[in-house]
């Protein structure tokens, strides 16, 4: 099984957060991801199941 391989830049576009705040989540690791010659890369299957798992069962505000 293959799965994409995303950049900082595009993993950001793809939650619809700042490359700032995917940084910051990459290095805490609060999201998947892992270094490649010092620059972050994810997976985007890790990211998808990642997103399933943090919204499963959250109410929505508004």
Known sequence: MTSEI???KEVAVYLKITEKT???LAADEKIPGF???G???FRKDD???W???HTTGRKKHG
């Open 35 to 37: 270094k490649v010659g």
């Open 22 to 24: 995917a940084y910051r």
């Open 39 to 41: 620059a972050w890369r």
């Open 47 to 49: 990211i998808d199941n």
């Open 51 to 53: 997103t399933r798992e």
């Open 6 to 8: 995303m950049t900082i």
